[in-house]
């Protein structure tokens, strides 16, 4: 059973930074796919960042583009997600998830629902 923990959210102002991780125990390895998901109140669920934890490839929603970064510490078993430049639009509940079906993923996302999910972390953006 893949257990997932995420830490580092919180709050800051526009323009500032945070780093968000999930520690992964529970699987051998990192899971096949990794991603960070968020959620607003009122907005559907997002997929914003993502890892193919073997080859290392990501993807980003475009509006995260060239501000936030996701990588993998191996080692560690840890996914993170550093967010630079943010906006109060990057205000939500932040979701570290794990999918371990290669066959759940779909061109760069880990899937609609991927089978395992951290319990989340609070971002609050201030203008």
């Known amino acids: 059973q893949v257990q997932l923990v995420e830490s580092g959210g919180g709050s800051v102002q526009a323009g500032g930074s945070l780093r968000l991780s999930c520690a992964v125990s529970?699987?051998?390895?990192?899971?096949?796919?990794m991603a960070w998901f968020r959620q607003a109140p009122g907005k559907e669920r997002e997929e914003v960042a993502t890892?193919?934890?073997?080859?290392?490839?990501?993807y980003y929603t475009d509006s995260v583009k060239a501000r936030f970064t996701i990588s993998q510490d191996k080692a560690k078993k840890t996914l993170n997600l550093q967010m630079n430049s943010l906006k109060p639009e990057d205000s939500a509940m932040y979701y570290c998830?794990?999918?371990?079906?290669?066959?759940?993923?779909?061109?760069?996302?880990?899937?609609?629902?991927?089978?395992?999910w951290g319990q989340g972390t609070q971002v609050t953006v201030s203008s």
């Open positions: 529970g699987y051998t390895y990192l899971p096949y796919c």
């Open positions: 998830a794990a999918e371990t079906r290669p066959s759940m993923a779909r061109g760069g996302t880990c899937g609609e629902n991927p089978n395992y």
């Open positions: 890892i193919f934890t073997g080859r290392g490839s990501t």
